[in-house]
């Protein structure tokens, strides 16, 4: 079994900045692409950013300049670093994993909520 756990949302003020966490722990073979989502109240979740094992990233142009991605692949952990943050960017933030074990799938971690206000 493989579980995602996230850790570092919070309350913020705009302009501020947060650092999400995601480990991947279980019987990991390998893990190809990782990535964060956000789901804000009455709105479907949207991809934010995604990093491929091979360090090849995409951002959604609204975070564009403002957060990156990225990874640690020796602690199966996938990072977020928010800065100028924005009350549009309050929302559930999900990290999400294509992991193989025997074989592969996609995992999502718990949600962690990000606040920002004005």
């Known amino acids: 079994q493989v579980q995602l756990v996230e850790s570092g949302g919070g309350l913020v003020q705009a302009g501020g900045s947060l650092r999400l966490s995601c480990a991947a722990s279980?019987?990991?073979?390998?893990?190809?692409?990782m990535a964060w989502y956000r789901q804000a109240p009455g709105k479907q979740r949207e991809l934010v950013a995604h990093?491929?094992?091979?360090?090849?990233?995409n951002y959604a142009d609204s975070v564009k300049g403002r957060f990156t991605i990225s990874r640690d692949n020796a602690k199966n952990t996938v990072y977020l670093q928010m800065n100028s943050l924005k009350p549009e960017d309050t929302a559930v933030y999900y990290c999400?994993?294509?992991?193989?074990?025997?074989?592969?799938?996609?995992?999502w971690g718990q949600g962690t909520q990000v606040t920002v206000s004005s």
């Open positions: 999400n994993a294509w992991v193989v074990t025997i074989v592969q799938r996609d995992y």
């Open positions: 279980g019987s990991i073979a390998r893990i190809n692409g």
């Open positions: 990093i491929t094992s091979g360090g090849r990233l």
